[in-house]
């Protein structure tokens, strides 16, 4: 998308002349030409670089001469987060904010009635929004590989911009992330990785992330247990409770996530080794639970 538009801005083209688009969704009008642009790093570095460079010009909030994005209208960052939206009408709607930005400076940010600057608001607000709902509601497992997994599915492009979060949460834990929805994956172990999977690979990661350990069915069911205890009565579809529920959870979140999972019968689980209390290897190499567990000493008092 920077590509698209700094060609346009070299070719000397006319904001109101350029339409854009993602490829799959370009339908043409009368008179128009489609011209893919390909992916140009560099350019596209170029222009964010000259847009914070003209953005930060004689800015107060601005700092060395460069926008730091840490002004209460966050001005560059917003792109950042625009960018992540599934809206169709974000290439366009970014295209204009940036002609814009190049043309009035740092005076766009006390346009915020301007409609240009209202949508890339409106489309960054969305992404921010669906960014904490990120932070909140994705939940780990542990397949059979041993590996920290997690499958999520927002409305948005949110792992790329909260990867570092997940990254200081688990510290030096490897773990993965996947989203199906946007063939997103995030691998962190000794460095996080954010890359674009092709959609065999997401689906045999999706595969994998289903075949969760006996220990992990067993931490599940006790999660489900104490989410119960601490639940509020009155949340079940029938009653008033369940529309704060989903309300503030949203239901499209709940298939993945273990609390909102279908109950177990807990006769149908089976305990793993290491939650069954203390254990000692006999002499045929076979771990006993009954074997080895001695009662401890009761407490006594003593007078001086």
């Known amino acids: 998308m920077l590509s698209a538009i700094g060609i346009t801005y070299l070719a000397h083209a006319k904001p109101d002349q350029v339409r854009l688009a993602a490829?799959?969704?370009m339908s043409p009008r009368f008179g128009e030409t489609i011209v893919d642009v390909p992916e140009d790093v560099t350019l596209a570095e170029r222009v964010m670089?000259?847009?914070?460079?003209?953005?930060?010009?004689?800015?107060?909030?601005?700092?060395?001469?460069?926008c730091?994005?840490?002004c209460t209208e966050s001005c560059v960052n917003m792109i950042h987060y625009a960018a992540l939206s599934d809206s169709e009408e974000m290439p366009q709607a970014?295209?204009?904010?940036?002609r814009l930005c190049f043309d009035q400076g740092n005076?766009?940010?006390?346009?915020?009635?301007?409609?240009?600057?209202?949508?890339?608001?409106?489309l960054a607000s969305y992404v921010v929004d669906e960014c904490e709902?990120?932070?909140?509601?994705?939940?780990f497992r542990q397949p059979n590989n041993g590996l920290y997994y997690s499958l999520f599915r927002p409305k948005a492009n949110t792992l790329p911009a909260t990867a570092g979060y997940f990254r200081a949460r688990m510290g030096t834990t490897p773990f993965c992330m996947l989203d199906p929805n946007h063939g997103i994956g995030v691998f962190s172990n000794e460095r996080i990785v954010v890359t674009k999977l092709d959609p065999e690979l997401v689906e045999q990661m999706r595969a994998q992330g289903e075949r969760i350990s006996e220990d992990e069915r067993y931490i599940q069911q006790m999660w489900r247990t104490f989410y119960?205890?601490?639940?509020?009565?009155?949340?079940?579809?029938?009653?008033?409770?369940?529309?704060?529920?989903?309300?503030?959870?949203?239901?499209?979140?709940w298939r993945d996530m273990p609390d909102m999972a279908p109950r177990v019968d807990p006769a149908t689980l089976t305990t793993p080794l290491r939650y069954r209390g203390k254990t000692q290897e006999n002499n045929n190499g076979v771990l006993s639970h009954?074997?080895?567990?001695?009662?401890?000493?009761?407490?006594?008092?003593?007078?001086?």
């Not at 670089?49 to 001469?65: H, I, K, M, S, T």
Request: charged share 30%.
């Open 23 to 25: 490829g799959a969704s």
């Open 107 to 122: 005076q766009v940010r006390n346009n915020i009635a301007d409609p240009r600057v209202r949508a890339v608001d409106d």
């Open 68 to 70: 730091g994005g840490g």
């Open 228 to 253: 119960d205890q601490v639940s509020l009565t009155g949340r079940d579809s029938s009653m008033r409770g369940y529309d704060l529920r989903a309300s503030w959870m949203p239901k499209r979140f």
């Open 133 to 139: 709902r990120t932070r909140q509601f994705v939940r």
């Open 290 to 304: 009954a074997e080895g567990i001695r009662e401890l000493p009761q407490p006594t008092s003593t007078s001086r």
């Open 94 to 98: 970014v295209h204009e904010y940036v």
């Open 49 to 66: 670089r000259g847009l914070e460079r003209r953005v930060a010009n004689r800015c107060p909030c601005a700092r060395g001469g460069r």
